[in-house]
């Protein structure tokens, strides 16, 4: 769309294509001058070649499902049309899918946006035995009833989950204290939630959702892609009930004082572009639009795209533990939350926990696979302590790794706390009393983009044990591991460009991994 060939540079293991299901099909047969919304005056506009005409009515269009209710075109949401382009994804994901290589998700976005509050969700389908037309916002804004549409589908055809993303910008709806009819949440609702929602998409092209500074005061590195801007770019997204880490917090409370959790998901990344790539790396970013912000030069050129839009992330990416690359299995590994994410490098990252875990790290490595190896996404065995196995290897084509770290969440005194432990240095080890290891020394120059490879780890593994362990609190753990500081997308494209980098875009970019928390709640 933008006239410049772009090319990822390298392939995926899995993908799903998720269109909108809201005017699914529509928008590129407006282009279709003998197509069937050709009289509409959609269509008119659309054929018109006047482009701003054909941007304002694009606009027009989406905004149509940003109100509260929705106020969708008639004349554009023929069920019978949307079928059609409903199974045409459905066949193309049969076209391509080459089980043990490459898979393909049968997939679709459902796009609640009340008030302009992000509530998305992709639903991920086992297999093809899928329903006729998906179920989209216009049937209802509420992810309750989603919810209930998916538990249908559930008992006629295949398998489903939805994937919540951007709840960085939901406005604190995502993970509320109450459903969308204003209630305080319930066993049921958990259960109902826990069962159709049992990961959630925490970085992405729009932001990262793990947490905000204004949250987590003493974690040094929370202020990372933050995007906090509403959809229509008017309003600040609220931060409480916006951020997992958050949602880890309140769900444990929950739990300890109510006996349920809706918040005990697995936390994976994506990357939401909507140009027909996958722009993850920094250095080759396409940005997320196409014709508005396909080129270097659209994206760094002014105006409100430009301003807007250096705030998109190079990112993410899903790492799924399973046990073969095949629908099935991949599926079946994101129901037991056994997945990761990324900011975009191929980091692995690997955490368990349990008993049966040695005091240190083995030279011939960890039986993952052992009954007393519990591993991310679980709940941990109730004892005398916690003991966690931590395991990251960079990717090649990135920065070396700096440090790895454990995200502590507890209940006590009926309040929520959090930690952040580093557990594992590229150089030395961390300091006892402040649990941070010590600069490793990295530079870059901002100028070329060359980071220095002889200071950080290729892999960093350890046995950590928590010092602060208390037997009768609720608590949660999840692995975050960092790469040395590498050039953000928007200085690799100030330097092809020869021009400024936007006013408040940072220079560099501290590129990161996330793994599933695992869960301990006390045996009383």
Known sequence: VSGVKIKNKRPLDFMAVTDHSEYMGVHPTLKDPNGPFAATDAGKAVLSGDPKRIQEELMKIMWTIATNPPTPIPELVDPGFRSKAWQTYVDLA?????????????????????????????????????PDIPFSSMDSQDPEDLWNWMDKVRTEGDDVLAIPHNSNVSDGL?????????????????????RNEP??????????????????????WADFEILEELLGGNKFSKPKGSYTRDAFKDGILMQAEQNFNPYKFGQLGASDSHNSSVPVEESNYTGKIGHLDGTPKARLGGGWISAHNFKYSAAGLAGIWASENTREAIFDAMKAKQVFATSGPRIDLVMAGGSGLPAAVP????????????????????????????QASRDALSAPLQ???????????????????????SE?????????????????DTKTCEISEANGAAQLATVWTDPDFNADQHAFYYARVLENPSCRWSTWDSIREGSEIPKGAPLTIQERAWSSPLWYTPSS
């Open 363 to 390: 030279a011939d490595g960890v039986n993952l696979h052992a009954d007393d190896v519990v591993f991310m996404g679980g709940d941990l065995p109730t004892g005398d302590g916690v003991k966690l196995y931590l």
């Open 174 to 194: 995502m993970f509320g204290l109450k459903d969308s009819y204003g209630q305080a949440l319930t066993a049921e609702y958990a259960d109902v939630r826990m």
């Open 94 to 130: 049969d076209k391509y899918y080459k089980p043990g290589e490459f898979t393909t998700l049968v997939a679709y976005e459902w796009t609640s946006i009340p008030d302009q509050r992000n509530l998305h969700r992709n639903v991920i389908f086992r297999g093809t035995n899928v």
């Open 428 to 444: 030395g080890e961390p300091n006892p009393q402040t649990h941070r290891c010590a600069d490793n020394g990295a530079t870059i």
């Open 199 to 220: 990961v959630v998409e925490m970085t992405q092209i729009k932001g990262t959702s793990e947490t905000h500074p204004a949250l987590s005061v003493d974690d040094e």
């Open 403 to 425: 440090r790895m770290q454990i995200i502590k969440g507890w209940v006590q005194d009926g309040q929520t706390h959090e930690k952040v432990y580093d557990v594992a240095c």
